[in-house]
């Protein structure tokens, strides 16, 4: 079966919505989330996410559900006791064995199918179900709106904290608020690459952003377009070959893509400034 044949059916629609939807979420806040040095929280979070989704099923057998809640309490908890940058990483450690020695504990209690399981792990995008759509979505909109509302003094207190401080943004605030529409990126995520792979739609598009532009606003599209890229065109080869995860596409577009960046931005970057100083020569 095609591409083309594929996209007709229903279970691919929504696998191409649900991951146009992560894409935009993921692209939008990975650069906050370099900028503010929380790729570790990002990797507790989506590890964690495995946590809530285990105790979903186990529960009520809704592993999104789950995550969203375990994603949402982990959130909370490095926000709490991670306060200070310099103690974050440790609490994130600290946080992240216990809750994965809980998730294993949940699900040597559940007694349903072994792949519920592991889609936990690895994701099961073409599984996504409309309801599961419908909260993709929502999760989608308020990430955005939420981000869209504090989007000023979060990249101030993102760019330069000790100025933003001073001048009374309070940061405090924004970094727990910033957490929480972190672990919503997160959970939507995990329903692509899966909770182990979180990072390859959060951190390494923005990354190679990073590499390839300089403003803010350039950065921000470039990471937005990179994550559409990967997670679309990784769905779409898995379409065309049938046999292979759109996990394995996905995180194997943002990787080469982020290498190919750390190849030839330095060169794009040097390129780039050159012609902005020759510009600057013709017309003084």
């Given at each position: 079966m095609g591409i083309g044949s594929s996209l007709q059916q229903p279970f691919a629609q929504h696998a191409l919505l649900a991951s146009t939807i992560v894409a935009l979420t993921c692209g939008l806040m990975g650069p906050f989330v370099i900028m503010r040095r929380m790729s570790f929280a990002v990797h507790g979070m989506s590890e964690l996410a495995f946590t809530g989704a285990a105790a979903g099923l186990l529960i009520a057998g809704n592993a999104l559900a789950g995550a969203l809640c375990g994603s949402l309490v982990v959130a909370g908890l490095i926000g709490l006791l991670g306060e200070r940058e310099s103690e974050r990483d440790a609490s994130i450690g600290v946080i992240l064995a216990g809750g994965l020695g809980l998730g294993v504990l949940l699900l040597s209690f559940y007694r349903g199918f072994a792949t519920a399981a592991t889609n936990i792990l690895f994701g099961d995008i073409f599984g996504v179900s409309s309801t599961q759509?419908?909260?993709?979505?929502?999760?989608?909109?308020?990430?955005?709106?939420?981000?869209?509302?504090?989007?000023?003094?979060?990249?101030?207190?993102?760019?330069?904290?000790?100025?933003?401080?001073a001048r009374g943004v309070p940061e405090g605030l924004l970094s727990i608020v910033f957490l929480l529409v972190l672990a919503l990126t997160v959970t939507e995520a995990a329903q692509i690459v899966g909770t182990l792979l979180v990072l390859s739609l959060v951190i390494a598009p923005a990354a190679a952003a990073r590499r390839l532009a300089t403003s803010p606003l350039a950065i921000a599209l470039l990471s937005l377009f990179i994550a559409l890229v990967a997670a679309d065109g990784g769905l779409l080869a898995s379409l065309q070959f049938g046999n292979i995860k759109p996990t394995v596409f996905v995180t194997g577009i943002s990787f080469f893509v982020y290498i190919a960046a750390r190849i030839f931005g330095p060169s794009l970057m040097k390129r780039k400034n050159r012609s902005l100083n020759f510009e600057r020569t013709v017309t003084s």
């Open positions: 759509l419908l909260m993709l979505l929502v999760i989608g909109i308020a990430v955005v709106a939420l981000v869209g509302s504090i989007y000023r003094p979060l990249f101030f207190a993102s760019a330069d904290p000790e100025v933003a401080a």
